[in-house]
């Protein structure tokens, strides 16, 4: 027999990649004399990997100026910061969009749109110079700096901002912005550097093994509890009539679980070229079908993909998003169900894509807390038939009372392969659509262009009128993935986990509260890529501007070509909207919520 | 506005199918009124056949004006449909023949009618051809059709050249020279892009599998890699055919479109002058 060939690598480690290269062993030691390392038990971490390697590898040391913005409140981040020496303020007020550097949208009127298409530049990608640098208008204030390796933004009249702003002041040993990091939800404040400061940037994956050590994960957790649980759940709608006492008893016992990796747009381009059963056997299982419920799954974050054994292999039957339920079916029937009958079973298995955070709140709490404050019209179907069992029962045994026998009451029969409704998951009619919207992570599109293809005429009108609102560049080309009559396009869909918001380090790419729309801030983006590499989508684009007269910008000190991100606005602040829809002379064209079935499902079913 | 929201397609075309016949047989009923009083109907079709023109011509108007809210493109596009077929019944009660008499009005006559047919198979291209294009592997971008082009002529010279036994190196290069690169470097000819059709690729795909009896496993296996490419490079074909045709509909009609209004302008001029 032939020997098989073996090819020697050397096999991927978990710290392969580290925060920062440049952490040294005195860095390292440092911080294990400072506060809360130097209190922790070094041997409540596993040897693979210990408190000096966390240290060293998920840790990076910040110096920040007085005045640096560390953190803006609505950006995504995935590390918190512990303060080591000085201080910084939290703002409990929100700040301005220019006082962040960023440029509020604007809306344009009539006459502005009209001169804007007229005055188009011959040249792509043309800037002022307002545009290119917020530094060009400052007037001798720097806005953008660089501090040791990192370009920063500052707040300008820092006394002025605190004194008008409510604020807390965080000193050594306190840590902030780990909620975001470790949840994946915006950070709710901004925080600013008061005095010159030293700070430990850690990632949220160290950020979890630190919690090995007790202490430090009962401060997280009791934060966390007392400060972000109650939050969480009172944004679950089937909550919201709850009486205090009882969400207070519901918040003791719900617990927090996280599933899967949060970088999952690295493996994205590998993961949907896979098969879906191959798919799905990768996919981290939250729940299994068939097991006795014992919690009720609330997603908090992420997404989770509902299947159900068919044949040899798992068909998707729907997928949960932020505040869908799973289990809630089997743990209302088996609440209310009477003791003759057995307890319903989990029916679909629930699996992270991607990451999915969770909340776990146990059948006892919910049965006795929640259950009695839920209204019957938002029971799900299988206990609203059993209630109606119920109550025909008591009626037909009022009406035959004289006969002292009453007929037996239709057993309630579950159909398992009924697809759930809304808010327990998302479904369509068609498996493969659905396989296909979650195979390529379609479902995170908030905003995402659809194109039907038997009505698209492939005149590019669409194209044509964003480039015509967008100074002569259009900001996506009608490309993208296809199933069956639809095409879904490369345009950015204004993600529900916006991942390309992590790690911008000026804040230049942004959430607008209102409109959900994410967008590019010109004047304060350093033109650095990481939206641009970390979109999964590829929706970004990087683009060297130039002048009207199509004189490039170029960095003062190194002489290189000044670039931006670049990226679909959905034409924000224009008064016709999203130019691509309207310009469609077929109808053929839609923005539309992929993180839910009806909008597609609904304009699907419109056109037969 | 939500998507998912108002009526269905089936729903809209019916009521505005409807209400467009309803406004045909009042115009229609004004014009009999009028010659039943012996007035001059042709005066008053002919204002409406102008000012559905006017109308119709505000298409194109609105396509190039996408920064401002002036409602949707395919809205504006439904009222150019229903306006159309208005202008036409309109035509054809203003005219005594289909083809009047004159120079000029005979010219504008078949203006208007080419515009008419052109219009009516505007809709019928636009309701076929993009299924049509749907159906065929691969959605190419009309500007980058040029590109794949050269990528699968590059991708069939390559292998080709990759042949080592020499065998099949004999029979698919010269294959490769006689057939197959004519068709993978030049354009598809008129005749193709005006009625494409497969004769062509089954020709091809015909003449390879001869070849199989000449050929060993490498040879095969090329052979198979040329197949597929040589189906690639017909559907790329029949797309660009389609989607020309699709591009130069728009710019046919449009044209005319604006030739009729020309024309029309100046049957009016003529007709005024001459009314006195």
Redesign the interface.
Known sequence: MESAETIPVQRPSRWDEPLDASMTDADVAWLRTRGPFNQMDQSAFPKATPLTGILRHDCRLRRVEPGEVIVREGDYGNSAFLVITGNVRVLVDSLTETQLGRQPTRSIG?GE??T??LRRSPHPETRTPEQVSLNAAGGGHQSIRRVDDHPAIFLQDIDGVLRRHESVSLGPGELFGEVAAMYRSPRTATVIAETEAALVEIRWQGLRILRRDRRFADTLEQHYRRHWLPVHLREIPLLRYLPEENMQRVIQATELRSYGRMEWNADYRKTRQLHPAEQIASEPLVVDQGQLPTELIVVRSGFGRMCVRHGAAHRTVAYLGKGHLFGIDEIAFNAMRPESMSALLYQHSLHAVGFLDALAIPIEVFATEVLPHIRKSELPESAQALQRSFTEKRKDRRRHRSDQRSEPAASFSHDPSQDVRHPTGVSFESTSLLEFVVQHRLNNGRDAMVID?????????CV??CG??HDGNPRF???GA?HD?L?FVQACMHCSDPVCMIGCPTGAIARDQNTGVVSIHDSICVGCGVCAAACPYENIAMAEVVDRKGRPFVDQASGRAIRKATKCDQCSG????P?C????????L???DLSES??????L???? | MNPSQGPSLKLRRTIALSATLVVIAVFWGIAEWEAARLGRPAFFTGFTLLSGLVILMLLGVRRRLPFWPLGSVSTWTQIHLYVGLFTTAIYVVHVPVLIAGGMLESFLSIVFLMVTASGFYGIYASRTLPKRLTAVEGQHRFDRIDWVRHQIAAAAEKACQQISEASAKQVLQTFYQQALSPFFVSRPSVAYVIAPNGNRRRQLLGDLKELDRYLEDEGRRVAGQLAALVRRRDDLDYQFALQLRLRCWVVFHSLLSLVLLAAALVHMLVVLQYIG
């Open positions: 009539w749109a009209l804007r298409f293809l038997h009505r698209c005429t492939r005149c590019d009108d044509k009128a015509d609102v080309v009608r490309q296809v009559r095409q224009l008064p016709s909207g130019a829809v309207a310009a469609c002379p077929h109808d053929a839609v923005r539309i009806p909008p597609l499902s609904h304009w079913e419109k056109r037969g």
